[in-house]
T-cell receptor, first 112, second 117 residues
Framework: QKEVEQNSGPLSVPEGAIASLNCTYS??????FFWYRQYSGKSPELIMF????GDKEDGRFTAQLNKASQYVSLLIRDSQPSDSATYLC????????????FGPGTRLSVLP | DTGVSQNPRHKITKRGQNVTFRCDPI?????LYWYRQTLGQGPEFLTY????????KSRLLSDRFSAERPKGSFSTLEIQRTEQGDSAMYLC???????????????FGAGTRLSVL
């Protein structure tokens, strides 16, 4: 069974700090990796996706992928209270469909 | 059309009743997905359509659940003889088939929250 694991948190960081969110996955053949942000009671919102080993930066967000270690992370620089949410890691088992496998999410709290 | 639309937003029903949810995907998206999410968990895949064809169903989708996408546009998810364990947020997502490589970015609707009493 394909699994995606995340620390459930809560992860608390002070405003302005770097928040580091981690995700591991079991299916070595997985191709694409996504980070979604979900505010309480709302739907998941795409933050970033990555499919090549290394780092990918978008504004304050950096996704890091290491396929050999089956590990993907999300760094949030200059964390803001508005970043407080649950961050979901999603893994696409292949490049041609179909369903994502989601982790349970990590709850991030940015303290003013 | 600015996003995935789901109706209703909330549904309260009594155990044993049937319920139906609707999802309207982003207009140019040919793929449509249903997920279920319970409190403190990530979304769990239920089923997936490409155009009108239902290509994959999770083992979570019992015989009481059925989904359709008759014209390859909107989709409905029906739950028959609801049980208290069906209480959850039902999320719909859509994506467009890209060529090489397929990044399969899924965009989610606001969800339908089902409460079975």
């Amino acid at each position: 069974q394909k699994e995606v694991e995340q620390n459930s948190g809560p992860l608390s960081v002070p405003e302005g700090a770097i928040a580091s969110l981690n995700c591991t996955y079991s299916d070595r053949g997985s191709q694409s990796f996504f980070w979604y942000r979900q505010y309480s009671g709302k739907s998941p919102e795409l933050i970033m996706f990555i499919y090549s080993n290394g780092d990918k930066e978008d504004g304050r967000f950096t996704a890091q992928l290491n396929k050999a270690s089956q590990y993907v992370s999300l760094l949030i620089r200059d964390s803001q209270p508005s970043d407080s949410a649950t961050y979901l890691c999603a893994v696409n088992p292949d490049n041609y469909g179909q369903n994502f496998v989601f982790g349970p999410g990590t709850r991030l709290s940015v303290l003013p | 059309d600015t996003g995935v639309s789901q109706n209703p937003r909330h549904k309260i029903t009594k155990r044993g009743q049937n319920v139906t949810f609707r999802c309207d995907p982003i207009s140019e998206h040919n793929r449509l997905y249903w997920y279920r999410q319970t409190l403190g968990q990530g979304p769990e895949f239920l089923t997936y359509f490409q155009n009108e064809a239902q290509l994959e169903k999770s083992r979570l989708l019992s015989d009481r659940f059925s989904a359709e996408r008759p014209k390859g546009s909107f989709s409905t998810l029906e739950i028959q003889r609801t049980e208290q364990g069906d209480s959850a947020m039902y999320l719909c997502a859509s994506s467009v088939t890209l060529t090489v490589p397929d990044k399969n970015i899924q965009y989610f609707g606001a969800g339908t929250r089902l409460s079975v009493l």
